[in-house]
């Protein structure tokens, strides 16, 4: 199936997963995670109405956002070295999804200080705990929401989350279910808290089922891609 039809059965699996949850249609954006992909069927996506991607390497989000039409709305996903937070700063970001640790928190907020600028951020929490996700674990969070009032350029927008790697749908509904709680409690909590972003390509309709208004979607519209590139 074309890029333009993976998308419709995504976004009529997404509805579905609405309809479910008792929730609007619209209720939930899509994040197109467009990593490794050519700008050819980005495009094919864009013609089809897509304007939220996502990225996780910086050098190919700047590539591509010079490239492509300029109201996309680009998203970075990924572990965000240090070294690179600098080159994200502009206006080009609609969210960094994977604000993980301070020592970043604070590299970003020295460059958007001298460029006057503020960047929207998610904070990325590790609720499965697995050692090969990056993020905040649940028992830190309150301390790095401390820490980050100092940081008066980053805009808190809300979480992500990744859900745990099994096959066990009652465990990744769990994780999910612990985000949402989660997400609920801060939302009373800091102004303009306003995006959970959980669900991939594997699990975005449980996600949804679970409280979930952002998904990042990849595979099931673009297909599989060898991300060792």
């Not at 996309?72 to 206006?91: C, D, M, R, S, V």
């Not at 928190?105 to 929207?120: G, I, S």
């Not at 009652?170 to 808290?193: G, H, N």
Request: hydrophobic share 40%; glycine share 6%.
């Amino acid at each position: 199936m074309s890029v333009a039809g993976n998308l419709a059965r995504v976004r009529e699996q997404i509805a579905d997963s609405c309809r479910r949850a008792g929730v609007k249609e619209d209720s939930v954006t899509l994040i197109a995670v467009s990593k490794t992909v050519g700008d050819e069927a980005i495009m094919e996506a864009y013609n089809a109405g897509q304007r939220q991607f996502g990225e996780n390497r910086v050098q190919e989000y700047l590539r591509k956002a010079e490239a492509l039409p300029d109201d996309i709305e680009w998203n970075l996903i990924g572990h965000l070295q240090t070294n690179k937070a600098k080159y994200i700063i502009g206006p080009d970001i609609f969210l960094l999804q994977s604000l993980d640790r301070l020592e970043l928190a604070k590299t970003l907020e020295k460059y958007c200080a001298l460029r006057d600028v503020n960047l929207r951020v998610l904070i990325q929490v590790n609720l499965s705990r697995e050692e090969s996700k990056s993020g905040v674990f649940k028992e830190d969070l309150a301390e790095f929401l401390g820490d980050l009032t100092a940081c008066s350029h980053l805009e808190i927008k809300g979480l992500m989350t990744i859900g745990p790697h099994t096959d066990d749908e009652k465990a990744i509904r769990a994780v999910f279910a612990e985000a949402k709680a989660l997400f609920d409690r801060l939302a009373c909590q800091i102004p303009d808290f306003e995006y959970l972003s959980m669900g991939m390509s594997n699990d975005f309709e449980l996600a949804i089922l679970e409280g979930s208004n952002m998904v990042r979607v990849g595979t099931s519209i673009f297909g599989a891609r060898n991300y060792s590139k």
